[in-house]
C-alpha cells in the first residue's frame, strides 16, 4: 500500500488528463453525430417494426416489391449520399427522381405507408432515410437473404438535383468505369451488385446485348458472351421494340436471396452487361470465384457488409439537413 500510494497520486493527473480526453470525443462524436444501431429505441421505440409491417403489408398483395425496396437504397445512397434526395418529387421535374437512371424505380409507396403510421407515433422524429435502409433490409430478410443490424440516425437531405443522378451505374458501363463510379462512392468489389439476386429488368436493358451487340467482326448481333441457348430464351421473352417485358436478373431464382446470381454469372447466363461483367475483371472474377468455392456463407457475410457500408455514405447526423414531415417533400415547402 505505501509503496502503491505515492503512484496512486502521480497517476491521478494522468487519468484526469484520460478523462478529459475521452469527454472530448465523445462531445466531438455527439455535436458531429454518428448512426448508430437502435438508433430509435428510446425516442420511437417501434420504429423498425412499424417500417417492417409497411414493408410486410405491401409484399403481401405484390411481393415483387422487395427487391424494388432493395434497389430503391441503392439509388438513394450512391447519389448524394443516404438523405432520401430520391424520394423527392418536383412540379418541374427537376428532382433528382426524373434523372433517366433513375427509371423503374418503386417502393417509395412503401416509404410513405411507414412514414404515415411514424408521424402518427412520434411526429418528427424518423427520417425518410432510415425508412429507405430499414425497408431494404426488411426487404433482404423476407426473400430468404441475411437478417442485420442497420444503424439509423440518418436525417433527410435538402437538395435533389436532376443531374445529381448521372454518377448512377449503366449497365453498358465497362468493368473498369462500374469499379470507378463504386470506388467514387467508397465501395469496393465487394459492392452490393450481387443484391441482382433477386428481381427483374425491364427489356429495355437488356435488348442492346441480344440485338445490337457489336460483334469483333464488325457487324452487330447477340453478345457472343451469353449462352446460345439463353440468347433464344431471352429473345423469346424480349422480342425486338419490346421494351416494357420484365425478365428475372437471376435466372430461375428471381424470387430468393441467394447465391445462384453468381452460378450464373459464370455460366454465361447473366442478364444485363453489367452482371456479366463482373466475371471480366481478374479482381472481380476472383471475387466471384471464391464466392462460389466458399459456399454462400461468405457471400452473405460480404453482402451485409457491404449493405451496411453503402448505408452510410454521405449519412447527415447531428443538426444536418432535416425529419421531412413527408418524405416526396422538403418541409420548406
Ligand atoms: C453496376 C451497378 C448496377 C447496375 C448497372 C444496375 C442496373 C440495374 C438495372 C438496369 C435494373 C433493372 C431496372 C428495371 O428495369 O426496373 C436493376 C434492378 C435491380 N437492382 Fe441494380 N444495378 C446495379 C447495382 C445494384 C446494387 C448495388 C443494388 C443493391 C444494393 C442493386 C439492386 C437491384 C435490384 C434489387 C433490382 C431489381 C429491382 C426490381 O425488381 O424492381 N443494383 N439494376
Known sequence: MAILAPMAAAAAPLTMA???LLLMGVI???SHGQIEVGFYSDSCPDAEDIVTGAVQDAAASDPTILPALLRLQFHDCFVRGCDASVLIRSARNDAEVNNNKHQGLRGQAVVDAAKAELEDQCPGVVSC?????LAARDAVAMTGGPSFDVPTGRRDGLESNLRDADVLPDVIDSIDVLRSRFAASGLDDRDPRPAHTIGTTACFFVKDR???YRLPSGGVGSDPSITPAFVTEL???CAPGDFNTRVALDRGSERDFDDSILRNIRQGLAVIASDAALDRSNATRALVTAYLGAGSSRFSQDFVDSMVKMGSIGAL?????EIRDVCSE???N
Open 28 to 30: 466531438c462524436s455527439v
Open 129 to 133: 432515410a432510415d425508412i429507405i435502409a
Open 330 to 332: 422538403f418541409n420548406s
Open 210 to 212: 441480344l440485338y445490337n
Open 235 to 237: 429473345k423469346a421473352r
Open 18 to 20: 484520460f478523462l478529459l
Open 317 to 321: 447526423t447531428g443538426d444536418d439537413g
